[in-house]
């Protein structure tokens, strides 16, 4: 994958040429500008369309569903890449979250020899690290220094209102018939609940993975914060003796924006922080 050139082009685009000693900067001309690109993930389909919108985008997956204009861009994936679409599209620049994919799909896409750029972090200030990085590479370092002020400005209003003794906090999909998922402790989801105050809890993973009935009981979280709506959760007999479910400190929050790294990292963040604290206020009533 052309990871090497784009490196190149990151490097130069962040040097600073001076004028005889004067104070004004010049950034020095982009050695490659790209004009289209395709997504191949939901959460860059967002960063696409929100920040990115001087670059043309010419493909997308099928899951794109944010911003709603999205669905007017031709799909060029399913639940896998579309390579032959994807080559007619002929994009400048692929951007993907490399989270969704395995090692063979990946050296598929390097096998396109279209230059490649992958959100890779598991952490928000590793995210917003590679926010700069395709910043610099697409000419929209203004659009995307915005989003990142935006995200730094939530994680000063939640760290300026911690909790006195951290909640452990299971961050749940709930599945039907009793098929739920959890967020390991590794995953992006986990760092957000870490920022908005509480304390993650879930397997050594950096993901979304299953989880039965009693390793949930076992893990017997104060609080618990779902990726959509939490009845099926809170129907599940198996789980009433968990004490977030025992005492109603469950909060579901939209799917979409809890289980991606996209557009809306600042809203997650936010929403989480909120979330957290009305349900300690709620303990103490």
């Known amino acids: 994958m052309r990871r090497a050139i784009l490196l190149s082009l990151l490097v130069i685009s962040s040097l600073i040429g001076c004028n005889n000693g004067q104070e004004a900067v010049k950034w020095p001309t982009r050695p490659k500008t790209y004009t289209s690109m395709v997504s191949l993930s939901p959460s860059t389909t967002e ?28 799909v060029v994936a399913q639940v896998k890449p579309d390579y032959e679409k994807i080559k007619a599209a002929n994009p400048g620049l692929i951007v993907l979250d490399s989270s969704i994919y395995n090692a063979q799909d990946l ?18 200030e590793g995210f917003t690290k590679e926010l700069s990085q395709l910043g610099a590479l697409l ?3 203004s659009e995307i220094s915005g989003y990142v002020d935006k995200i730094y400005n939530e994680i000063g209003t939640a760290k300026s209102q911690p909790f006195p003794n951290p909640p452990t906090v299971a961050i749940i999909m709930p599945g ?13 989801a986990a760092d957000v609940v870490n920022i908005a105050g509480g304390k993650a809890v879930g397997p050594d993973s950096d993901r979304f993975v299953p989880i039965d009935a009693e390793r949930l009981v076992q893990l017997n979280p104060d609080m618990i914060i779902t990726a959509g709506k939490p009845d099926p959760l809170m129907q599940d007999a198996r789980l009433k003796s968990i ?20 557009s809306r990292v600042d809203k997650d963040i936010k929403q989480t922080h909120i ?9 103490t009533k």
């Open 176 to 188: 039907a018939n009793g098929q739920h998922m959890i967020a390991g402790v590794k995953s992006f």
């Open 243 to 262: 004490k977030a479910i025992a005492t109603g400190s469950v909060r579901g929050l939209e799917q979409d924006i809890v289980i991606r790294r996209g």
């Open 107 to 124: 050296q598929q896409i390097d096998a396109l020899g279209i230059d490649t750029f992958e959100f890779k972090s598991d952490t928000v």
């Open 275 to 283: 979330a957290l604290v009305n349900m300690a206020q709620e303990k």
């Open 139 to 141: 000419g929209t370092e």
């Open 47 to 74: 960063l696409a369309m929100s920040y990115a919108y001087t670059v043309k985008l010419v493909g997308r997956t099928a899951s794109c569903n944010y911003p709603v204009s999205v669905t007017s861009v031709p």
